[in-house]
């Protein structure tokens, strides 16, 4: 998707986040754009998942990184995606995340 990134369904809006410039959301005035004048409580950081954290193409990492300076780029793949589901949330939602196919 985007980038040659495939994910579940499910992580779809993930890769939407990722693929789109944080800049292009802010409004168009030069003096209003950028990390620095980001919205408060909203971390600055884009999520990429990848079915294997391991196997993420770099270019496609550090094309996010170049699009969106000032912003951190953390990458997950299954395994931490699972990590985070069962700690956040319960095995049910992990079963539900392992149903679904990959696309």
Same mark, same amino acid.
């Given at each position: 998707?985007?980038?040659?990134?495939?994910i579940?369904?499910?992580? /779809?809006?993930?890769?939407l &986040?990722? %693929?789109?410039? +944080?800049?292009?959301?802010?409004?168009?005035?030069? =003096? #209003?754009?950028?990390?620095?004048?980001?919205?408060?409580?909203?971390?600055?950081?884009?999520?990429?998942?990848?079915?294997?954290?391991?196997?993420?193409?770099? /270019?496609s990492?550090?094309? &996010?990184? %170049?699009?969106? +300076?000032?912003?951190?780029?953390?990458v997950?793949? =299954? #395994?931490?995606?699972?990590?985070f589901?069962?700690?956040?949330?319960?095995?049910?939602?992990?079963?539900?995340?392992d149903?679904?196919?990959?696309?």
């Amino acid at each position: 998707m985007g980038m040659g990134i495939a994910i579940r369904p499910m992580l /779809a809006l993930c890769s939407l &986040v990722a %693929a789109l410039s +944080p800049r292009a959301l802010l409004p168009s005035r030069p =003096d #209003e754009t950028g990390p620095a004048n980001w919205p408060d409580g909203i971390p600055r950081t884009i999520y990429l998942t990848y079915k294997s954290k391991a196997a993420t193409p770099a /270019a496609s990492v550090e094309r &996010v990184r %170049a699009m969106n +300076p000032g912003f951190a780029v953390e990458v997950y793949g =299954d #395994e931490e995606i699972r990590a985070f589901l069962k700690q956040s949330f319960s095995t049910s939602h992990v079963e539900f995340f392992d149903s679904i196919k990959a696309g």
